[in-house]
């Protein structure tokens, strides 16, 4: 491509056919492609085109752009809405699993960096995009494979006072859940205990 004459530009489009879509993409924008196409949430016919919004977020990653994607969640959600088409929560950067960990040794670090006010590790220490970068923040949950940690950051995070025994017993409920626990379940023991002091 480079010899091409200069009045020449190149254009890439691509489809999501064989899930090469974002990596094709990127692969043209290295060798030299004058523009790139893409769609976001990489909705398009067959199985869609590449993904505008993971093509945006790896080539700020890789510093090729340094374009601000603090609003890329809300316009994906924007699309989402709009062409009717849900964001699986496992979507890559956008869906709403991509910051939340319940998982103790993840959720310690995260916390540990987060007390010691280091925002980059906090929100790279764990993830491969950091959270910020897209308007987001890291989400500490509780389930079967959380430390106390978890349950004490949650506690705070909310303005609940983390005592030691109320943490224990949320801890406790948690490691025989099959599940992250959702909110609702959190405050009854939350309420329970309270009752019980």
């Not at 530009?9 to 043209?28: E, M, Y």
């Amino acid at each position: 491509m480079h010899n091409l004459d200069k009045n020449v530009l190149i254009d890439w489009h691509g489809h999501n056919d064989r899930g090469l879509g974002v990596v094709n993409a990127l692969v043209a924008a290295i060798a030299g492609a004058d523009q790139i196409h893409g769609t976001a949430l990489g909705v398009g016919e067959r199985c869609g085109n590449a993904a505008m919004d993971q093509i945006l977020v790896n080539l700020r990653l890789m510093g090729v752009i340094d374009n601000d994607l603090s609003k890329l969640a809300t316009y994906c959600e924007t699309v989402s809405e709009a062409v009717g088409i849900e964001i699986p929560c496992n979507y890559p950067v956008v869906g709403t699993d991509a910051f939340r960990t319940a998982t103790g040794v993840h959720a310690a670090a995260v916390i540990k960096a987060a007390r010691h006010g280091d925002d980059w590790l906090e929100d790279m220490i764990y993830s491969a995009v950091p959270a910020s970068m897209i308007g987001r923040q890291q989400v500490i949950e509780i389930g079967p494979m959380s430390g106390l940690s978890n349950v004490t950051y949650w506690l705070s995070q909310k303005g609940i006072d983390p005592d030691p025994k109320l943490a224990q017993k949320i801890f406790d409920h948690a490691k025989a859940a099959k599940a992250v626990l959702e909110e609702a379940a959190i405050l009854k023991v939350v309420e329970a205990f309270k009752q019980e002091s």
